[in-house]
């Protein structure tokens, strides 16, 4: 499944990088703790989180994540933004919950990876 | 001419829910000299009510007193802040308290919150809840600090909870920190160099929520005064100046 046809479904803006729309989305991740999901998620995964730190561009690409999904609303830093457009690392915004975003996400056959 | 102060740069006194009784200020100086600290930072959380009586208590005992505060961040990450003067510690704290969520304390669940005088006697409790997370980022901490004359170190980034490192993965490139905490469960060394941490400045303090710990993780400046701005410069080794951390006593000069 592709990152923009999730995006629709959720009604989530793109707040960076419109190109990784195209992204093939392998599956699901969800964390607040960089660390844990540096160590944790896998490449193509789509992560979830509440964090609008630069910080997580840089997860992003690290990992090779297909795309971040800041929930809950959280409004993201304008240097994450800023960050994110020179990487091309594509962010969406939810002002639903992370849990209610991860439910949808599974309803659309997402899967994490272990 | 340089000089060796053992200081340790994170204190909480009763104002901190989760502190001890017996964090009154004139017990803290006591021990503070009894262990042969020269130098501590008062370090509430996301408060400085009182820091001004830890200060009074410390007049004339040869213990010299940082005002500061250890605020957490929007991203639930601690960060010690740290001032040469009460003034702009309480000129930071309304920039805090602006930002803080106004909930009341559950003592039931948090603790007590006292603020005190330089006798340990009681004034009042501070009645907003200060164990939570404020709304200003990690950036914006550092940058209002470093813009009022403080300096800002990572607190106990080797912890699973409120760590730079844990919550944001890295350092963030940079970040003005003068130094990242290692908490008194590490070996400095050892864990500078599991967690390459080489090239950042490293400081070891005892996060004291009771007398007993106060002191035991600690940090040897070579300062030409205890300031903020030389303590920058020691964790930074830079000019000649140097802070060497200590997991326990013994390990360093205190005895």
């Keep these: 499944m592709r990152l923009k046809e999730i995006a629709k479904q959720l009604d989530a803006s793109v707040v960076s990088a419109p190109d990784g729309l195209a992204n093939e989305v392998s599956g699901g991740y969800v964390g607040d703790l960089l660390s844990v999901v540096m160590a944790r998620a896998k490449q193509g995964n789509l992560w979830v989180t509440v964090h609008a730190h630069p910080n997580i561009v840089a997860v992003a690409t690290l990992v090779g994540l297909s795309g971040i999904i800041v929930a809950e609303g959280t409004v993201v830093d304008p240097a994450t933004i800023k960050r994110a457009t020179e990487e091309g690392v594509t962010i969406l915004t939810s002002a639903h919950s992370s849990f209610n975003v991860v439910a949808s996400l599974v309803r659309m056959g997402l899967e994490g990876p272990f | ?255």
């Design chain 2, 1 to 255: 001419m340089l000089k060796v102060y053992l200081g340790d740069l994170h204190v909480h006194t009763v104002l901190s829910p989760c502190a001890s009784h017996n964090m009154a200020p004139s017990f803290i100086v006591e021990r503070a000299r009894q262990r042969g600290l020269d130098l501590v930072a008062v370090t509430d959380h996301n408060s400085a009510e009182n820091v001004v009586a830890v200060v009074e208590a410390a007049r004339g005992s040869g213990l010299h007193v940082l005002p500061g505060m250890e605020v957490e961040t929007v991203e639930e990450v601690h960060v010690l802040t740290l001032f040469d003067t009460v003034e702009q510690v309480l000129f930071w704290q309304e920039m805090v308290y602006a930002r803080l969520p106004d909930l009341p304390n559950e003592e039931s669940v948090f603790g007590v919150q006292l603020i005190v005088d330089a006798e340990d006697q009681p004034v009042r409790k501070e009645s907003r809840r200060l164990l939570i997370a404020t709304g200003l980022s990690l950036q914006m901490v550092v940058d209002e600090v470093t813009q009022l004359g403080g300096i800002c170190i990572a607190a106990h980034v080797d912890r699973p909870s409120y760590s730079l490192i844990q919550n944001l993965g890295f350092v963030p490139p940079g970040l003005a920190l003068a130094a990242l905490e290692l908490s008194k469960n590490v070996s400095a060394p050892e864990y500078t160099r599991r967690a390459g941490l080489e090239g950042y400045g490293i400081v070891q303090s005892s996060d004291a929520h009771d007398l007993e710990d106060l002191g035991l993780a600690h940090t040897e400046f070579f300062v030409a005064a205890p300031t903020v701005d030389e303590i920058r410069l020691a964790c930074l080794g830079q000019c000649g100046r140097r802070a060497v951390p200590h997991q326990r006593m013994g390990s360093g000069t205190i005895a």
